[in-house]
DNA sequence: ATGGCAATGTTTCATTGA
């Protein structure tokens, strides 16, 4: 099993990209973040014409998510949103697939601390944790993938005196993402020995990604029982090379059956 | 072994992202 996390930053620029990796990596199951379209407007059929049956949650130009899974494997239960926590931004997806529930999340962005949006970003935070309590109560198997736009820890950011306190990397959020891991999560990456400065966002600007200057801020979050049969975690910088690329790398776990 | 912002809207630049 196979089960990815990807911040396309606009489906339809990503479409003959996704598709060309959906190809050369055939995961069983996608979170895409990062949509930026509206429901009618979702590739529904290029994707099953691919192998992949598609649930969605979008909206015009910003945000959006959705769910993949390979046609064969039975998805059940799509619920959008966080319940309980009012929203107009299509944030999350969830869904029950192979035998456990898969919670697709954009978290936001929060664009500078102190901001209206940092605040809303700290809220929202608290408003997934509460839901995936309730989520891993229900299903001890939860697999939670996405862009959670936080750097966990100084290791996961190319310099971490540049970045020290700025938004992905302020405390109230890092605690904020440790507090999704103290509902019962781990951070999958961290359950192996990782090469030093993997990252999976590099800005556009600045040659970023060549000089690596990245900041891993998307991330798989498993339950015990997944954490169990996981057996890799990794990100694709790969992706992020060639031309009209996405800023985000897809992150991947296995999992064995 | 990569590349010097990108995507969207209704544009002729503003906004957002991270």
């Known amino acids: 099993m196979l089960l990815a ?3 396309v930053n606009s489906l339809s620029v990503r479409l003959p990209r996704l598709l060309a990796w959906l190809a050369a990596n055939r995961p069983d199951v996608v979170c895409l973040q990062e949509t930026k379209l509206a429901d009618e407007k979702f590739p529904a059929r290029e994707l099953a014409a691919a192998g992949y049956a598609a649930h969605f949650a979008g909206q015009k130009t910003y945000n959006g998510v959705a769910l993949l899974a390979q046609e064969a494997l039975h998805v059940g239960d799509v619920a959008i949103g966080i319940p309980g926590f009012p929203d107009e931004q299509k944030r999350v997806i969830a869904a029950t697939v192979a035998g456990m529930r898969v919670v697709g999340v954009y978290v936001p962005n929060g664009q500078a601390v102190g901001s209206e949006k940092y605040r809303y970003k700290l809220d929202w935070y608290a408003a ?3 839901m995936l309590r309730g989520e891993l109560a229900r299903h001890p198997a939860l697999a939670v993938g996405g862009d959670f736009n936080v750097a966990p820890e100084d290791r996961d950011v190319h310099d971490p005196a540049l ?8 405390e109230p959020e890092r605690a904020a993402f440790r507090a999704l891991l103290a509902v019962g999560l781990a951070d999958s990456f961290r359950l192996f020995d990782q090469p030093e400065k993997t990252f999976s966002w590099w800005d556009y600007r600045m040659l970023a990604f060549p000089k690596n200057h990245g900041l891993r801020i998307d991330h798989i979050l498993l ?5 169990a049969r996981c057996t890799a975690s990794r990100i694709d910088r790969n992706a992020r ?7 985000h790398a897809p992150v991947l776990v296995e999992l064995r059956d």
């Open 223 to 227: 339950s015990p029982p997944l954490a």
């Open 241 to 247: 090379k060639g031309e009209k690329p996405s800023d």
């Open 5 to 7: 996390a990807w911040n």
């Open 163 to 170: 970045w020290a306190g700025q938004v992905l990397c302020s």
């Open 128 to 130: 997934l944790a509460g």
